[in-house]
C-alpha cells in the first residue's frame, strides 16, 4: 500500500472515529445529565450495592463513579478537617471507613431524604458522612 493509499485510510477511520466518538459522547452526556447530583449518586451507588450485595458486576463506570468520589470526598474532608479542626472533622468507627459501609450510609440517607437529590454529590457526601460518622464531642 503506497503511503498515499495510507493516509487516505487513517484519514478516514480518523473521521470515523471522531464522528463516532461525538456521537457515543453526546449519548452519554443526554442520559446521565444528573451525574454530579445525588440523583445520579443514587444510581451509581445502588450499582456497587448489587456488587456488594450479590457479587454481581453491573455498570463498571456507575461502579467506579460511587467508589471515586466516596475516596476523593473522604480525602478532601480529612485534609480539610486537618487545616481547619473541628469543621469537617468526622469519627468513623476503628478510625477508617470502609467503602461498603459508606455507600449503605449514602443509601440509606439519600432513599429517605430524596429531597436531597437534586443536592451537589460532594456537599451530599460531606453531610452524609458527618452524619454517620459525627464525633461524640461533636453531639454535645
Request: aromatic share 10%; proline share 2%.
Amino acid at each position: 500500500m503506497s503511503n498515499i493509499e495510507w493516509s487516505k485510510l487513517t484519514g478516514s477511520l480518523f473521521l470515523v472515529f471522531v464522528l463516532y466518538g461525538a456521537n457515543v459522547l453526546t449519548t452519554y452526556s443526554e442520559e446521565h445529565l444528573d451525574l454530579e447530583f445525588g440523583s445520579g449518586l443514587l444510581k451509581q451507588c445502588e450499582e456497587l450495592e448489587r456488587y456488594y450485595k450479590v457479587g454481581e458486576v453491573g455498570n463498571l463506570f456507575q461502579m467506579g463513579l460511587c467508589f471515586g468520589v466516596i475516596q476523593g470526598t473522604l480525602r478532601a474532608m480529612n485534609v480539610m478537617a486537618n487545616n481547619k479542626p473541628g469543621s469537617l472533622r468526622i469519627c468513623p468507627p476503628e478510625g477508617k471507613i470502609d467503602v461498603e459501609h459508606a455507600t449503605n450510609a449514602i443509601l440509606s440517607f439519600l432513599r429517605k431524604r430524596k429531597k436531597y437529590l437534586n443536592i451537589e454529590q460532594t456537599y451530599l457526601l460531606m453531610a452524609v458522612f458527618k452524619d454517620t460518622y459525627s464525633c461524640s464531642e461533636d453531639k454535645n
